[in-house]
């Protein structure tokens, strides 16, 4: 198995809703990463976790709350957000965390829009 | 500060070869990717490159000068199926990926 699984595909929500974004992974990878991409703009890193403790949280606002229950498994927990919070959400994983050739596999990733 | 530039959009004829530039600007350096993304999908990865010098991959080749902060990804015999985003980015000397912008190829028949 050499995929990242994300689910929901879509996902609409309103400002006061709570929502979750899924992300799977059996290919024994350590490390997992939530990104966040706006149409035409790279990756943005919003966290990165390492034999299931987060390792990286790039300031991101607390109405995203990461989760990781097992290292096959990585949660983005969402309360509150915003219309500018819109975006493409891409889980990722790799081999392991803090090393050079640490090649990511995404998911097909889970597009939010906010109202 | 750190920054990457690529240029923003080319266009290439079918069948033809295309070069896309980047250059890096990093505080340290750990290896230089390249990412595939087809509008609408996740990025794919395509090559590192951590040593001096052009790796090859069948139809894709990646060169990279860690002297001048220079990097391109060569596209040979294109197909209508390689219009796409093509993401450089470098990981830093805290293993954080640095991305540029992305080059967006458009392939004309």
């Known amino acids: 198995d050499t995929e990242v699984t994300q689910t929901p595909k879509h996902l609409v929500m309103g400002m006061t809703n709570k929502k979750s974004l899924k992300c799977e992974q059996h290919m024994g990878h350590r490390a997992m990463y939530w990104y966040k991409q706006k149409a035409k703009k790279p990756p943005e890193l919003m966290f990165v976790y390492s034999y299931e403790k987060l390792s990286i949280n790039e300031s991101v606002p607390s109405r995203f709350s990461p989760e990781c229950p097992n290292s096959s498994l990585l949660n983005l927990h969402l309360h509150a957000l915003q219309p500018e919070d819109s975006a493409l959400y891409l889980c990722a994983s790799s081999q392991d965390w803090g090393s050079g050739a640490n090649v990511l596999t995404f998911g097909a990733g889970s597009r939010l829009t906010v109202l | 500060g750190q920054n990457i530039d690529q240029p923003t959009e080319m266009t290439a004829t079918e069948g033809a070869i295309v070069q896309i530039n980047c250059t890096y600007q990093t505080s340290g350096f750990n290896g230089l990717f390249w990412y595939q993304q087809h509008a609408g999908e996740a990025p794919t990865f395509l090559s590192y490159n951590v040593l001096d010098g052009l790796e090859e991959k069948g139809r894709f080749s990646s060169f990279l000068s860690r002297s001048k902060g220079y990097s391109y990804l060569l596209l040979k015999e294109l197909q209508m199926k390689d219009s796409a985003s093509y993401l450089c980015?470098?990981?830093?000397?805290?293993?954080?990926?640095?991305w540029g912008a992305g080059t967006k190829l458009i392939i004309k028949p």
């Open positions: 980015a470098v990981s830093d000397s805290n293993y954080q990926l640095i």
